[in-house]
């Protein structure tokens, strides 16, 4: 029963979305009444939960509702912090543990039944919802064709991860997986951004384009 409390899906204050716990940005109130970022996820108190993205932790800034979830005032730069920690990737990750993070959170994406596996079973859900599209760092060149020709439209997203086809196929129980995918707008989508991010491994065919979009400026 200990386990399955472990997997209980969290909601985000800020956009009210589930998803497991490891996916989201843990901020906890400590018993002594300290409010801190907890990057591990395991510090003692009350805790509260954000995506990792910047658009919810700007709504829980404008919104209150960190405030209101853990009932207390937070530090003036909790925010510029949360900030930081997204746009980081994730403070003190080094290259063996995103991997084992990666590896845990494809496991825990499998088990929910958002992934996508193979592509096959990527291509056909291309059509359906935005996807972010995760592709073996050894695939062949056509399954990488194929992945970049999906994100050139700026609806899905492509990155490279930094596992081989026989640790991913490993850490999803499979053979042989080049590439999956699952939902672009998804925690754990987020944390494996981030975990990327964090790795410098991101390798997006439309960065440029979401980059303008962003700014506000015309192709």
Known sequence: MAGNTRQRPRTCVACREESFRRALIRVVRSPGGVVLLDERGKLPGRGAYLCAR???IERARKTGALSRALKAELPADLFERLEKYVDSGGAGYDGVRIRRELRSLLGLSRRSG???IGTDSVKSQCAKSPLLILTAADCSESVGAIAERRTGDAKHEHLRLPLSVEELSAALGA???QAIALPERNGLADRIKMLLKEGGIALEQ????????????EQ
């Open 114 to 116: 958002t992934l996508h």
């Open 175 to 177: 053979v042989n997986v």
């Open 206 to 217: 439309n960065e440029s384009v979401r980059t303008s979009q962003d700014t506000g400026q």
């Open 54 to 56: 910047r658009e919810c």
